[in-house]
């Protein structure tokens, strides 16, 4: 166990002995951190807070400190953060609000400088977060989702599976899996090269494109247009695309500006 002789750890956390702690680096509460994982210097983990195997905390990070929640009254809550992921210089991961539970982040995500995770959050496996993004409270991320620079989630939004958001976006709504959110918040294309990282064959995204498409260049009312993809789709991106929206949603579903236009 390699901890600076300078770093503040708690008796009750729990570090492997093959993880790292840095210079300055403050562990508070009962915090667990996995195997091969490094703490830098100045670094300050809190709470009940897991830590998985092979992450890296970089400098002046916050993980598991208490949310930003008026409602909250020092209930016993969580913060989970997957195996290899990366959270970078200043970014905050905040444990959850209500009793019991947890904020989690998943496996292999990267959490660039100064991005920000709100309580309850839960973010799926291999998810960028590019610097100075922001989720409010209770967002939900889909896997491989890309959140460009200086996007703002707005608390219960949902962000589907391989969805990518544009810079400077202010997200109020749910954004749909696959495909591209515009700075204005609208959905103006499908994500191919998303897809294609993602390993999706070429039919199925032949087959998101269709349900695109209809959605949002059919013409029809979002309702009878989403009935109308259901009836195309046979792979499992498809069928997964159509659940999500079927979904029940707090935010709604976002649009584009010729089909709100048309509406």
Known sequence: MAIHPTAIVDTRAEIDEAAEIGPYAVIEGPVRVGPRSRIFAHAYLTGRTDIGQDCQI?????????????????????CRIGDGTVIREGAQVHRGTTPDSETV???????????????????????IMVNGVLLAGHVHVGSRAFLSAYAAIHQFARIGEVAMIAGLAAVTMDAPPFFVIGRDERCVAVNVVGMRRAGLTTDERSEIKKVYRTLYRSGMTFRVALDAAAELVSTEPGKRLIAFLRAPSQRGILGTARRDAKE
Not at 58 to 74: K, L, N
Not at 105 to 127: E, F, P, T, Y
């Open 58 to 78: 970089h400098p002046h990070a916050v993980v598991g400190h208490e949310p930003q929640d008026f409602g909250y009254a020092g209930h016993d809550t969580g």
């Open 105 to 127: 982040v998943g496996k292999r995500c990267l959490l660039m400088a100064n991005a920000h995770v709100g309580h309850n959050c839960v973010i799926g496996d291999d998810v």
